[in-house]
Structures are given as structure tokens and as C-alpha cells.
């Protein structure tokens, strides 16, 4: 996997989506963590949906590194997406979900169930290869999710919404997993996110996206202060209003 060089960049990225005229400008050093927040409706899922190539811009230049992916169809894209629906087939079991990253037809080498194996073992699934989705928890399908994301061998990882519908305590576990990985392989992570504490968990920036437009950018554990930017504090419910 070539990791030296998988900095994101959207310049002048131009969307719409029915009224709405969405603007992104963003840079992500290679190998560091963006987490996005914003109001709903502000496009955050769009804007990892142009990196991935799921939606079109009507301008602008999207980047991975210094080549040019505009144009490029999601397979070629050098990106692996997370959604939180985690998109299981339900019909093969966990070795088959997984080994769809590796190849969409399922021919795998030796090579290829090596990795399927470690990647299963990384994410602690070890002795329910076999088993069905409708056999599994909700962390535990996410788990799968992230095993087929990590067989991909991608420099850029997506994760919309990724663990949104697990408790706290499993939320927290897949975040440390997410992070270890990063620190292991180097990997690029641009995630959105409905609980803002989650870019605590890592030296983050974050982006806060309003009305189509990354408003406010950062350090996260500077932005999610209580001396942090005004939108990004009246997001949060945090400001502090004085009564007359």
C-alpha cells in the first residue's frame, strides 16, 4: 500500500443538492484524522461522498495525494468507505463478508485468505467466520465492516456515521480500534460524526460544516474548548448567554 502521499484535498468543490449550494475547501495531511460535525442537512455525508466518488462535483478539484480523482470511479479510488448501515450481505457468512474487500467474486489466493484471517483476528472475531449477520451484535457487524475495510489495503479510510447506532461503551471500543490501526498502518481517516467528542479520542482536526461550507477548522480538543469558536460552542450547547 502506497501511504507516503494520501494527503486529502477538495478545492473549490462544488455540489447541490436541491436548494442547497454546497463549497468545500479542505486539506488532510496524509495520515492524520478529520472529523466532521455540523447540523444535519449542513453536507456532511456529501462531502465524504465526493471523496468517494458516490456523488459528482459540478466543479472543483478533489485530490488523494497529488493525483487528481474527480473523475475517477469509486473502485479506483484509493479510499475504503464505512457507512453506519455497515452494508453486510446477509446471505454469506462473516470470511465471505470480509473477503468481498479482498475480491468482489470471492476468488482469493492463499494471500488473500491470509489476510482475510488477520484482519478478522484484528478486529476480535476469531471463531465466528461462519456465522451470519442475523448472528451477530451490532458492534460485532460493524466489526465486519471494518475487517473488509482493512483488507482493501486503502490509504484513505471514510466512516460515515460508523458506530452511530452502537451504546457508548462499544461506540469508545470501535474508536480505539479505529485509532490503533491508524497508528500501526498509517492510514488517512476523514469521518462524520454526530457526537463531536468522538475527535477527543484522537489528535484530530476537526472541520464544523454549516449551510454547505466548512465554517470553522482546527485542533479538536482546542475547537470542542470552552474558549472554541462561537459556531462551534452554539453547536454544541455550550455557549454561555448573558441575561440583562
Known amino acids: 500500500m502506497t501511504r507516503h502521499n494520501a494527503a486529502i484535498t477538495l478545492d473549490n468543490v462544488r455540489f447541490s443538492y436541491g436548494a442547497t ?3 468545500f475547501n479542505l486539506h488532510l495531511k496524509a495520515g492524520e484524522t478529520g472529523v466532521i460535525v455540523g447540523p444535519s442537512g449542513s453536507g456532511k455525508s456529501t462531502l465524504l461522498n465526493l471523496v468517494a466518488g458516490f456523488e459528482a462535483p459540478l466543479s472543483g478539484h478533489i485530490l488523494i495525494g497529488d493525483e487528481e480523482i ?17 452494508n453486510l450481505f446477509a446471505h454469506l457468512d462473516v470470511r465471505a ?11 482469493l489466493s ?5 489476510a482475510v484471517q488477520n484482519a478478522i483476528d484484528r478486529v476480535e472475531l476469531t471463531g465466528k467466520e461462519n456465522r451470519k449477520p442475523e448472528a451477530l451484535s451490532g458492534g460485532e457487524r460493524q466489526r465486519v465492516a471494518i475487517a473488509r475495510a482493512l483488507v482493501r489495503d486503502k490509504p484513505v479510510l471514510l466512516l460515515d456515521e ?10 469508545q471500543q470501535m474508536l480505539d480500534l479505529i ?9 488517512t481517516i476523514l469521518m462524520v ?19 454547505g461550507q466548512i465554517r470553522e477548522q482546527g ?11 462561537q459556531p462551534v460552542r452554539d453547536y454544541m450547547g455550550t455557549s454561555e448567554h448573558k441575561t440583562s
Open 21 to 23: 449550494d454546497m463549497l
Open 70 to 86: 474527480s473523475t475517477e470511479e469509486p473502485a479506483g479510488r484509493p479510499v475504503t468507505m464505512v457507512f453506519q448501515e455497515n
Open 97 to 107: 463478508n470480509v473477503s468481498l474487500g479482498r475480491s468482489p467474486a470471492l476468488k
Open 110 to 114: 492463499e494471500a488473500d485468505h491470509l
Open 162 to 171: 460508523a458506530f452511530a447506532s452502537l451504546g457508548p461503551a462499544l461506540r
Open 179 to 187: 485509532r490503533e490501526l491508524q497508528q500501526e498502518t498509517g492510514i
Open 193 to 211: 460524526t454526530h457526537t463531536p467528542e468522538d475527535a477527543l479520542r484522537f489528535d484530530s482536526t476537526l472541520f464544523f460544516l454549516k449551510d
Open 219 to 229: 485542533d479538536a480538543a482546542m475547537m470542542l474548548s470552552p474558549s472554541g469558536p
